[in-house]
């Protein structure tokens, strides 16, 4: 069964899906899922993001693609500086 997770983007996250968050449903409830949902339904844009962005799930940055998501997950673009 999908688990709904509700993302927020941030930066060139939100220029590149034109919406601050969203709910979608995505199964298994695996980061990767959710990677895969996101560059199917925006495209390119959202590719680029993803090969070197990543994401805040449950306030921990992670980056595998096997993490369990759930609740809220962030999408973070990389940032410049550091």
Do not use: C, K, N
């Not at 509700?6 to 930066?11: K, L, N, T």
């Not at 449950?58 to 693609?65: A, F, N, S």
């Amino acid at each position: 069964m999908p688990t709904e997770i509700e993302i927020r983007y941030f930066a060139a996250a939100a220029e590149a899906t034109g919406v601050e968050s969203e709910t979608l449903a995505v199964s298994p409830a695996e980061l990767g899922a959710l990677q895969d949902a996101l560059v199917e339904r925006y495209g390119e844009p959202m590719q680029r993001i993803l090969r070197s962005g990543s994401f805040l799930v449950g306030g921990v940055v992670r980056r595998d693609r096997a993490t369990p998501v759930a609740g809220t997950v962030d999408v973070l673009p990389p940032f410049a500086g550091g």
